[in-house]
């Protein structure tokens, strides 16, 4: 075990404490936060904005980016313009952050989890597939729930540490059963599925620019459609519902305060510009990891096939749930910050009485998986 420690604490060039994942501030940053400052334009109207809307729409290939306070306000909204209601259900996975369920609870709608792939650690469309075919139904153009007898309306794959799950496959499976297929790729900047990126596969998808993600304005997110009236009512809805008018407040709805603030869009500009650097970084770091866990009797999670991941978050597979735990309580006891993959959803007391399909690849999983330093190396 030490002489994992030793290695990591080699390769991020220090003797002491490496932190799982720390942001890097090493462009335009202070220039851009100072522009941002000087014009007083903080809020959120303001050019950033609108620059990084037209920068990060271009980088992932959608027609349209609308940017919000932070991801979990990105799927809030996603699963509204996806038209899910209160009393709706939402398919969805248990190995995931928090976020997604909290998006799919906002709304009054419930989740249903289906298995994850072993390889991907996302939605697995064979479990997402068996758990239609035996349980739902098509009425009246609906996918409805035979059990609870409520309209499935959505289906939320994630890409786990920013590894692609097969999402065409997914993709597939919900247009035949008439769901609408919203992307939470909050950790997935930078991944591509066949060439194409994460994100751009479903109806709408959400990111986040939280302080741990790949690049981060401190707290953000953002969404993408390449449907103009889902665009234009994203903008609409996080933005008070405010008519746009020279002076008068007319507001058409009940709506949400969620757009990003100018001087954060400011923050994000910045690390656009080295995002590619990062993934370079993150690349690396994974080929030398890979490397030396093969040596070690320890499984480095490579990207899965016809993939290109970020690498967000490095995670290696250990052999039991005992293991994990020793190498847990040793690394984090020597300075090296490592992190068990989150607790399964359908566990949580919340969700406790979801529907599920059988969760046999999430729970070898969750006794197994952990993170480990990540950050862009300098
Ligand atoms: C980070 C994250 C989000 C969004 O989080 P915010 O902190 O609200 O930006 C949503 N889903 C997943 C899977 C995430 O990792």
């Known amino acids: 075990m030490q002489k994992i420690i030793d290695f990591i604490k080699q390769i991020f060039f220090t003797n002491d404490f490496i932190p799982l994942h720390e942001p890097r501030f090493i462009g335009n940053e202070k220039k851009y936060l100072n522009e941002c400052i000087d014009s007083t334009f903080v809020s959120s109207v303001g050019k950033f904005v609108d620059q990084f809307e037209?920068?990060?729409?271009?980088?992932?290939?959608?027609?349209?980016?609308?940017?919000?306070?932070?991801?979990?306000?990105?799927?809030?909204?996603?699963?509204?313009?996806?038209?899910?209601?209160?009393?709706?259900?939402?398919?969805?996975?248990?190995?995931?952050?928090?976020?997604?369920?909290?998006?799919?609870?906002?709304?009054?709608?419930?989740?249903?989890?289906?298995?994850?792939?072993?390889?991907?650690?996302?939605?697995?469309?064979?479990?997402?597939?068996?758990?239609?075919?035996?349980?739902?139904?098509?009425?009246?153009?609906?996918?409805?729930?035979?059990?609870?007898?409520?309209?499935?309306?959505?289906?939320?794959?994630?890409?786990?540490?920013?590894?692609?799950?097969?999402?065409?496959?997914?993709?597939?499976?919900?247009?035949?059963?008439?769901?609408?297929?919203?992307?939470?790729?909050?950790?997935?900047?930078?991944?591509?599925?066949?060439?194409?990126?994460?994100?751009?596969?479903?109806?709408?998808?959400?990111?986040?620019?939280?302080?741990?993600?790949?690049?981060?304005s401190g707290g953000g997110g953002v969404i993408v459609t390449d449907d103009e009236v889902l665009a234009k009512k994203a903008k609409h809805i996080t933005t008070t519902g405010k008519i746009p008018h020279p002076y008068e407040y007319v507001h058409d709805q009940i709506a949400y305060n969620y757009?990003?603030?100018?001087?954060?869009?400011?923050?994000?500009?910045?690390?656009?510009?080295?995002?590619?650097?990062?993934?370079?970084?993150?690349?690396?770091?994974?080929?030398?990891?890979?490397?030396?866990?093969?040596?070690?009797?320890?499984?480095?999670?490579?990207e899965p096939a016809n993939s290109k991941s970020n690498y967000w978050l490095q995670a290696v597979l250990l052999n039991t749930k005992k293991q994990r735990d020793e190498f847990l309580e040793y690394s984090n006891k020597n300075g090296v910050i490592t992190r068990p993959i989150w607790k399964l959803m359908n566990e949580l007391d919340m969700f406790k009485d979801c529907q599920t399909n059988k969760l046999i690849n999430a729970k070898y999983l969750e006794e197994r998986i952990v993170n480990i330093p990540s950050s862009v190396r300098l």
């Open 54 to 216: 037209k920068e990060f729409a271009l980088y992932v290939g959608s027609k349209y980016a609308i940017a919000t306070v932070n991801g979990t306000a990105a799927l809030h909204i996603s699963l509204l313009l996806a038209d899910v209601k209160k009393d709706d259900e939402v398919i969805t996975q248990p190995l995931t952050f928090i976020a997604t369920c909290n998006a799919i609870s906002y709304i009054g709608a419930k989740p249903i989890f289906v298995d994850v792939d072993l390889d991907t650690m996302g939605m697995s469309p064979k479990s997402l597939l068996d758990f239609l075919e035996n349980n739902c139904e098509i009425k009246d153009n609906n996918c409805i729930n035979k059990t609870t007898r409520k309209i499935i309306k959505a289906c939320v794959p994630m890409h786990t540490f920013g590894h692609p799950c097969k999402i065409e496959e997914i993709k597939d499976i919900c247009e035949k059963w008439n769901i609408v297929l919203v992307e939470d790729s909050a950790e997935s900047l930078g991944s591509f599925y066949k060439n194409k990126h994460t994100g751009t596969f479903g109806k709408i998808a959400a990111f986040s620019f939280n302080g741990n993600k790949i690049i981060t």
């Open 259 to 302: 757009r990003l603030p100018n001087i954060n869009a400011a923050l994000l500009v910045a690390q656009m510009e080295n995002l590619d650097n990062f993934l370079t970084s993150k690349r690396q770091l994974a080929k030398i990891y890979k490397e030396f866990f093969s040596n070690e009797n320890i499984t480095f999670i490579k």
